[in-house]
């Protein structure tokens, strides 16, 4: 159950500072999602951008624009 508050900190804190998930937590929200169901999705996506880090077995690189 830890590790679910942890990701959970991760996305609330994350999102104010990142675009990724602020943008996909912005599109939840305005068609009418509730705003905890939109902290799951990015919490979900946090979760398997984490797995594939550790199956490749690599690091994380931000994008470049």
Known sequence: MQAVYTVFS??????????????????????????????????RKFVIITNGLFRDDRFWTPRTV
């Open 10 to 43: 991760e996305a609330l804190v994350s999102m104010p500072f990142n675009p990724n998930p602020k943008r996909v937590y912005d599109r939840l929200t305005t068609n009418s999602e509730h705003a905890k169901f939109a902290v799951t999705v990015v919490m």
